[in-house]
T-cell receptor, first 114, second 115 residues
Framework: EAGVVQSPRYKIIEKKQPVAFWCNPI?????LYWYLQNLGQGPELLIR????????DSQLPKDRFSAERLKGVDSTLKIQPAELGDSAVYLC????????????FGPGTRLTVT | AQTVTQSQPEMSVQEAETVTLSCTYD???????LFWYKQPPSRQMILVIR??????QNATENRFSVNFQKAAKSFSLKISDSQLGDAAMYFC????????????FGTGTSLTVIP
């Protein structure tokens, strides 16, 4: 069984440029999470989807960040415009459902903003 | 929001020895789940072990076991017979069914295994 797939693995952009990250969860997993992980820190939730509905986006900086999961399968997280402080690892995770207590994580996308 | 504290930024252990990683959490809830996740240098996090708060028995998975002290809000991870492959960042996490099952992670402990 394929795990959570994320692309790209690494991205370097200049500040003020847009960037997008893609995540394909494990097949059949209805719940999808995007996390931000700063260096030396634990993951912090940005947004959680149940199928195509964003049910928790309270931590998503909506002035520059957006996300979508149009068909309830794969998802895209976008930053426009990127700032120096956005340099971090962006992790995607999925689970069978909101009460399924195991999350499966992808390898992450390491973003560097110069 | 719940907070999870890992007070040991770095730990080291000799191969084949035992090491304990500490975790404390702050909550007013009685029903929740606790987890330890491992994140090797490749950065893909994997679940090591989980504990349901209503279970008094400590969870065990092969060489990994926990010491869950609900009253003290403590959840430590013991790794026995440490192996080189155990070297990684370890994150303690709390999951609350009362806040949409959101996960709260600690800041992590970097474990080095010395050959």
């Amino acid at each position: 069984e394929a795990g959570v797939v994320q692309s790209p693995r690494y991205k370097i952009i200049e500040k003020k440029q847009p960037v997008a990250f893609w995540c394909n969860p494990i097949s059949g997993h209805n719940t999808l999470y995007w996390y931000l992980q700063n260096l030396g820190q634990g993951p912090e939730l940005l947004i959680r989807y149940e199928n195509e509905e964003a049910v928790d986006d309270s931590q998503l900086p909506k002035d520059r960040f957006s996300a979508e999961r149009l068909k309830g399968v794969d998802s895209t997280l976008k930053i426009q415009p990127a700032e120096l402080g956005d340099s971090a690892v962006y992790l995607c995770a999925s689970s069978l459902g909101p009460i399924s207590y195991e999350q499966y994580f992808g390898p992450g996308t390491r973003l560097t903003v110069t | 929001a719940q907070t999870v504290t890992q007070s040991q930024p770095e730990m080291s252990v000799q191969e084949a020895e035992t090491v304990t990683l500490s975790c404390t959490y702050d909550t007013s809830e009685s029903d929740y789940y606790l987890f330890w996740y491992k994140q090797p240098p490749s950065r893909q996090m994997i679940l090591v072990i989980r504990q349901e708060a209503y279970k008094q028995q400590n969870a065990t998975e092969n060489r990994f076991s926990v010491n869950f002290q609900k009253a003290a809000k403590s959840f430590s991870l013991k790794i026995s017979d440490s192996q080189l492959g155990d070297a990684a960042m370890y994150f303690c996490a709390y999951r609350s069914p009362n806040t949409g099952n959101q996960f709260y992670f600690g800041t992590g402990t970097s474990l080095t295994v010395i050959p």
